[in-house]
């Protein structure tokens, strides 16, 4: 025990020793701020082992220990507890955070309750009694810390006022909601069971405390993205600060549900598509080939068997024959699709058809099917068989064909043979003056140049490069060089 020095006779009385037992701490002052007496309790939740090392007074205590609230503010001058008491104030469930002066001590977590003890109608003594709650502060730090950063979405519901304290920033991203639109609103106001059928049931247990099973419902987020969302909500209890709460819980339904929207549209898109296609199409199961579905082309353009049974079974339609199906079959072992598989059947008239059949391995609904589709190549096959004949029977006799090509190579030749020939009389026809004419030509000269160079008169130049251009059928010097180079002419008297 501590003693103040003051009156030791009370510090020994049964009273305290009783009192120095308990594991709640105790610290009585004196009305003029003194601190008179503290259990051991008291003094190893402050770290200290005697009265003194807490302070003489008041104002040493607070010296020697900063106070904080829970949200980390520190507690103002003339609002710590003991100067609460010492002003005559009682109070409840005052939680502090007690930061020693020595920063190699730990921090604690004190609930502090006040009281004023009095003897003959005077106040005798304050009261202080600690509850050291630092391993329930440790573990809900740690509970806010996991629940804030655990992704599935996730609110927590005071039972006794029925309101919202947490939600974690998984249930804000879910519903882009702000948490000041959530918290301090009532399971009414923010009605987180709402359309589940279960939902009288699910307010009962959450108002009772007991666990509630997982339910649908639709949680309304006023203009947020589509205004309503579909989840599964369920709720367990749990203590939050001693108080009694509910745990919910929370999964999204909205990428399912679009998921299922999408799927929908898909299947209602593929029916369309079936049933509209032209070329008949068939949906059979793809271990035994029972037929599951025929769009409208393949009832109209395939003929049933005469025995056909009532509904129509695959086999009941001419193309598949017992051979066409294990033939089928025996092609879809090696491969998941089968492609321009010809199969042969009748038609109204009972002339013989051809199709092509592709086989393409689908799932419908979990199953594994086979989709089906026929072309009826039975015109083209015609064609192409009376095409081979014709020429077959143009063939037995070529010789007609023959002639003409010979002929046709002869007068080829003639042609080439006789361009050379005509070429060749050409530069004969030239005489000598004009082949020396058009050669200076291919060297460029002007007619000036070349009368200069041949020693002759310049309208005789010019009445040469004329015979030229007539002899040779061009109209210009250029023709006239573009002639000779093509010919191999080079000039002067070559022939």
Same mark, same amino acid.
């Given at each position: 025990?501590?003693?103040?020095?003051?009156?030791?006779?009370?510090?020994?009385?049964?009273?305290?020793?009783?009192?120095?037992?308990?594991?709640?701490?105790?610290?009585?002052?004196?009305?003029?701020?003194?601190?008179?007496?503290?259990?051991?309790?008291?003094?190893?939740?402050?770290?200290?082992?005697?009265?003194?090392?807490?302070?003489?007074?008041?104002?040493?205590?607070?010296?020697?220990?900063?106070?904080?609230?829970?949200?980390?503010?520190?507690?103002?001058?003339?609002?710590?507890?003991?100067?609460?008491?010492?002003?005559g104030e009682a109070f409840e469930d005052v939680i502090l955070e007690v930061r020693p002066g020595d920063p190699e001590l730990p921090n604690r977590y004190h609930r502090v309750r006040g009281r004023t003890l009095?003897?003959?109608?005077?106040?005798?003594?304050?009261?202080?009694?600690?509850?050291?709650?630092?391993?329930?502060?440790?573990?809900?730090?740690?509970?806010?810390?996991?629940?804030?950063?655990?992704?599935?979405?996730?609110?927590?519901?005071?039972?006794?006022?029925?309101?919202?304290?947490?939600?974690?920033?998984?249930?804000?991203?879910?519903?882009?909601?702000?948490?000041?639109?959530?918290?301090?609103?009532?399971?009414?106001?923010?009605?987180?069971?709402?359309?589940?059928?279960?939902?009288?049931?699910?307010?009962?247990?959450?108002?009772?405390?007991?666990?509630?099973?997982?339910?649908?419902?639709?949680?309304?987020?006023?203009?947020?993205?589509?205004?309503?969302?579909?989840?599964?909500?369920?709720?367990?209890?749990?203590?939050?600060?001693?108080?009694?709460?509910?745990?919910?819980?929370?999964?999204?339904?909205?990428?399912a549900r679009q998921a299922q929207h999408a799927l929908r549209q898909s299947e209602a898109l593929f029916a369309t598509v079936f049933q509209m296609s032209p070329v008949p199409t068939a949906l059979v199961s793809? !271990?035994? #080939?029972? /037929? *599951?579905?025929?769009?409208?082309?393949?009832? &109209?353009?395939?003929? @049933?068997?005469?025995? %056909?049974?009532?509904?129509?079974?695959?086999?009941?339609?001419?193309?598949?024959?017992?051979?066409?199906?294990?033939?089928?079959?025996?092609?879809?072992?090696?491969?998941?699709?089968?492609?321009?598989?010809?199969?042969?059947?009748?038609?109204?008239?009972?002339?013989?058809?051809?199709?092509?059949?592709?086989?393409?391995?689908?799932?419908?609904?979990?199953?594994?099917?086979?989709?089906?589709?026929?072309?009826?190549?039975?015109?083209?096959?015609?064609?192409?068989?009376?095409?081979?004949?014709?020429?077959?029977?143009?063939?037995?006799?070529?010789?007609?064909?023959?002639?003409?090509?010979?002929?046709?190579?002869?007068?080829?030749?003639?042609?080439?043979?006789?361009?050379?020939?005509?070429?060749?009389?050409?530069?004969?026809?030239?005489?000598?003056?004009?082949? !020396?004419? #058009?050669? /200076? *030509?291919?060297?460029?000269?002007?007619?000036? &140049?070349?009368?200069? @160079?041949?020693?002759? %008169?310049?309208?005789?130049?010019?009445?040469?490069?004329?015979?030229?251009?007539?002899?040779?059928?061009?109209?210009?010097?250029?023709?006239?060089?573009?002639?000779?180079?093509?010919?191999?002419?080079?000039?002067?008297?070559?022939?």
């Amino acid at each position: 025990m501590s003693e103040s020095g003051k009156d030791p006779g009370a510090i020994q009385s049964p009273l305290h020793q009783l009192i120095a037992e308990l594991s709640d701490g105790i610290v009585l002052l004196d009305p003029d701020g003194r601190l008179r007496w503290a259990n051991p309790a008291a003094l190893e939740m402050h770290g200290v082992e005697s009265l003194g090392e807490l302070g003489p007074d008041v104002d040493a205590y607070r010296r020697r220990f900063e106070l904080y609230y829970r949200n980390h503010h520190e507690v103002g001058e003339g609002r710590s507890p003991m100067e609460r008491l010492l002003d005559g104030e009682a109070f409840e469930d005052v939680i502090l955070e007690v930061r020693p002066g020595d920063p190699e001590l730990p921090n604690r977590y004190h609930r502090v309750r006040g009281r004023t003890l009095s003897r003959e109608g005077r106040p005798d003594a304050l009261a202080l009694i600690i509850e050291d709650i630092t391993e329930l502060m440790s573990a809900e730090e740690r509970f806010e810390r996991s629940f804030n950063a655990n992704p599935a979405p996730a609110l927590i519901c005071r039972l006794d006022s029925q309101r919202f304290i947490r939600a974690n920033q998984g249930f804000l991203d879910m519903t882009g909601l702000e948490a000041e639109e959530i918290l301090q609103h009532s399971i009414y106001e923010f009605d987180v069971f709402a359309h589940s059928p279960q939902r009288e049931s699910a307010i009962q247990r959450l108002c009772a405390g007991r666990s509630i099973p997982q339910t649908e419902a639709v949680l309304h987020l006023g203009g947020r993205g589509d205004g309503s969302k579909c989840v599964i909500v369920a709720g367990q209890p749990i203590d939050v600060g001693n108080a009694p709460c509910m745990l919910l819980t929370f999964t999204d339904l909205e990428p399912a549900r679009q998921a299922q929207h999408a799927l929908r549209q898909s299947e209602a898109l593929f029916a369309t598509v079936f049933q509209m296609s032209p070329v008949p199409t068939a949906l059979v199961s793809a !271990d035994s #080939l029972t /037929l *599951i579905e025929a769009n409208a082309a393949f009832e &109209r353009d395939l003929v @049933r068997r005469a025995d %056909a049974s009532e509904p129509p079974g695959l086999e009941d339609y001419s193309p598949f024959t017992p051979q066409t199906r294990r033939q089928l079959l025996k092609a879809l072992e090696k491969a998941s699709h089968v492609e321009e598989m010809e199969v042969h059947g009748v038609d109204d008239a009972n002339n013989p058809t051809i199709y092509v059949l592709a086989a393409e391995a689908v799932e419908i609904n979990r199953r594994d099917c086979l989709l089906l589709t026929l072309v009826d190549i039975s015109e083209r096959k015609r064609y192409e068989n009376q095409l081979s004949d014709a020429i077959e029977t143009v063939m037995k006799d070529a010789s007609w064909f023959t002639r003409t090509l010979v002929e046709k190579l002869a007068n080829v030749r003639d042609a080439g043979n006789d361009a050379a020939l005509s070429d060749q009389a050409a530069l004969a026809d030239l005489s000598v003056r004009e082949r !020396d004419v #058009l050669g /200076l *030509i291919c060297e460029g000269l002007s007619d000036k &140049r070349i009368a200069a @160079r041949l020693e002759l %008169a310049h309208s005789t130049v010019r009445n040469y490069v004329a015979s030229l251009y007539q002899k040779l059928g061009v109209h210009s010097r250029g023709e006239a060089i573009v002639w000779a180079r093509q010919r191999g002419f080079q000039g002067g008297s070559e022939t």
